[in-house]
Nanobody, 121 residues
């Protein structure tokens, strides 16, 4: 069974930092594009950052220079280091894998359950 499990969310003051983790299991993710998305109340889910299997990254303009995405393929894990957090970063953060290889077949678009990040004083 494929699982993406996020952790590391919580309450932090403006200007603070958090590090999110996403542990993937149940298949081979090493060639997948993996990413972090977020959804704030009343808003659509949006891409925060993505990383390819080779380490190429893409960020939303709103988080460039503050957030860093990384991955450890051997551990099927990705991270999101979030610095200089702002109240507008408050959202549920979701981990995504565009595909996973299971017993020689590709399956597409897996999501974690989400982790809440709240930035407030």
């Amino acid at each position: 069974q494929v699982q993406l499990v996020e952790s590391g969310g919580g309450l932090v003051q403006p200007g603070g930092s958090l590090r999110l983790s996403c542990a993937a299991s149940g298949g081979i993710f090493s060639t997948s594009i993996m990413g972090w998305y977020r959804q704030a109340p009343g808003k659509q889910r949006e891409l925060v950052a993505a990383i390819s299997s080779g380490g190429s990254t893409n960020y939303a303009d709103s988080v460039k220079g503050r957030f860093t995405i990384s991955r450890v393929n051997a551990e099927n894990t990705i991270y999101l280091q979030m610095n200089s957090l702002k109240p507008e970063d408050t959202a549920v953060y979701y981990c995504n894998s565009d595909r996973v290889l299971i017993q020689g077949r590709w399956f597409y678009d897996y999501w974690g359950q989400g982790t809440q990040v709240t930035v407030s004083s």
